[in-house]
């Protein structure tokens, strides 16, 4: 059973980099499949953050793309997610998951999540 | 970039059909999946590629996807499914991304 399981502070000041780890176990990294970042502000819904390959491809949203870097440690079976500059926006439960790709390989899905981590941004 | 429009809200009694739209250009020529998110826990798929179950998803859960509106549909609706759904495509115009809908509460009476 692939699971998966977010860290990192759960408090950042404004203006400094928030950085996440998504620990992987059940399943090895370097065998393939995308990883992805997700985030939820409060009462708010779902917004795909980015995604990367085993051998370290990456793809983010257009909307965060200047501020997110997300790399790849195949050693530890982990990935991380680094967001600079950080506002009040950018307060949210962040999590992590494995992407899948649709039968007819033209489509992307995300069938494993980690719980889940909340990070506020707050002086 | 690509939009996924949800119903903020559908109600249903217990045992009824609940049926959730979403709506996004020409989303037939996509493939759609489905997550289920209950308070305070991580989304959970419950339908992908348009109508397939993931291992331990109820038979209740099925998917359909035609012209501009993707359904997901829930049949003999019992007090757990009371829960926020989302659909998700993946954009490929977009240099690879990923989309969600905006989301539909769905409350069981």
Do not use: M
């Not at chain 2, 939009?3 to 009694?13: E, G």
């Not at chain 2, 059909?17 to 996004?24: D, L, V, W």
């Amino acid at each position: 059973q692939v699971q998966l399981q977010e860290s990192g502070p759960g408090l950042v000041k404004p203006s400094e980099t928030l950085s996440l780890t998504c620990a992987v176990s059940g399943y090895s990294i370097s065998s393939g499949y995308y990883w992805g970042w997700i985030r939820q502000p409060p009462g708010k819904g779902l917004e795909w953050i980015g995604s990367i390959y085993h051998s370290g491809s990456t793809y983010y949203n257009p909307s965060l793309k200047s501020r997110v870097t997300i790399s790849v440690d195949t050693s530890k079976n982990q990935f991380s997610l680094k967001l600079s500059s950080v506002t009040a926006a950018d307060t949210a439960v962040y999590y992590c998951a494995r992407v899948s790709i649709a039968a007819a390989g033209d489509s992307y899905y995300f069938d494993y999540w980690g719980q889940g981590t909340l990070v506020t941004v707050s002086s | 970039s690509y939009v996924l429009t949800q119903p903020p809200s559908v109600s249903v009694a217990p045992g009824q059909t609940a049926r959730i739209t979403c709506g996004g250009n020409n989303i037939g020529s996509k493939s759609v999946h489905w997550y289920q998110q209950k308070p305070g826990q991580a989304p959970v798929l419950v339908v992908y590629d348009d109508s397939d179950r993931p291992s331990g998803i109820p038979e209740r859960f099925s998917g359909s996807n035609s012209g501009n509106t993707a359904t997901l549909t829930i049949s003999r609706v019992e007090a757990g499914d009371e829960a926020d759904y989302y659909c998700q495509v993946w954009d490929s115009s977009s240099d690879h991304h990923y989309v969600f809908g905006t989301g539909t509460k769905v409350t069981v009476l």
